[in-house]
């Protein structure tokens, strides 16, 4: 099942959540304000995919730019950066889309990339 991390009033999480309710597409839905992946689920997405840990970060959000990570990212350790993704959602890129049983990682709202993973 595809887990997608979301803020509501975000205009591109609705495109997202769009897209899926048209083609059927089911998903378990979760407000990244109110809840995040784990640590260890970031983890496995990073591993999985081979990610760049900056990937999962929302670089142009309000939080991360009062925070200062632009410049302090590279300094934190995996574990230090994966803990902040993990305590506030508003960091993460969005929508974040998972399901680690099939591969399926989306990060962001590109149409045909959508489209191309899941249909």
């Keep these: 099942m595809l ?6 009033t975000c205009s591109t999480c609705r495109k997202a959540k769009k897209l ?11 407000n990244v304000k109110e809840t995040t992946p784990t640590i260890k689920e970031f983890k496995k997405i990073i591993e999985t995919f081979d990610l ?3 990937k999962l ?3 142009s959000g309000l ?11 590279e300094t934190l350790s995996l574990d230090e950066a994966l803990q902040l993704l993990h ?3 508003m960091l993460i ?3 974040l889309a998972f399901d680690l049983k099939n591969d399926i990682l989306l990060l962001g709202f590109k149409e045909e990339v ?6």
Excluded: C, M, Q
Aim: glycine share 4%.
């Design 52 to 54: 760049p840990l900056k």
């Design 87 to 89: 305590e506030n959602g």
């Design 114 to 119: 959508w489209e191309k993973a899941l249909l």
């Design 3 to 8: 887990n997608i991390y979301e803020y509501p």
């Design 63 to 73: 939080v991360y730019k009062e925070l200062g990570l632009k410049d302090k990212l």
């Design 93 to 95: 890129k969005r929508p």
């Design 20 to 30: 899926l309710l048209e083609h059927s597409i089911e998903a378990n839905y979760f």
């Design 57 to 59: 970060f929302n670089t």
